[in-house]
């Protein structure tokens, strides 16, 4: 079953992610702060991470920044979720970062699962 770390402030999102993604069969580590979640990426290998770009105390992109400078998740497959996509330097995420993909809100949580199930199915290939 593959890992993967969620952060998401929302209370209501937070919950919704954690049913749709345990589901599909994802063992899910959810943090309510981009700073509990970078301190979790130091700590945990993940096989992916979904984060929220607006979160107290660190941004999703701060988060990512850190997850790329150190520990364990430097190559993992990474997601932002944000509401406003028009105010980020998308290339800068995805090209420098390393961002696999950035949803905007409100997005489908089908649709979201679906793109984690092919980089699941991705990285199961690339293991092989």
């Keep these: 079953m593959e890992r993967i ?10 919950n919704l992610l954690e049913f749709v993604l345990k589901t599909a069969g994802f063992n899910v580590t959810l943090h309510r702060t981009g700073a509990a979640a970078l ?4 700590k945990n290998e993940f096989d992916l991470i979904l984060l929220d770009q ?3 105390l660190m941004t999703g992109v701060e988060v990512v920044e850190g ?3 150190s520990g364990p998740n430097q190559q993992t497959t990474t997601f932002l979720c944000t509401a406003k996509t028009h ?4 290339d800068y995420i995805k090209n420098e970062l390393n961002v696999r993909e950035v949803f905007h809100k409100p997005f489908s949580p089908k649709d979201l699962v679906e ?4 980089a ?3 990285l199961a290939t690339s293991q092989d």
Aim: aromatic share 4%; proline share 3%.
């Design 115 to 118: 793109d984690l199930k092919v």
């Design 87 to 90: 105010e980020l330097d998308l």
């Design 39 to 42: 301190e979790e990426a130091q």
């Design 5 to 14: 770390l969620v952060a998401e402030d929302s209370f209501a999102l937070a």
């Design 67 to 69: 997850i790329r400078r």
């Design 120 to 122: 699941r199915q991705q």
């Design 54 to 56: 607006q979160m107290p």
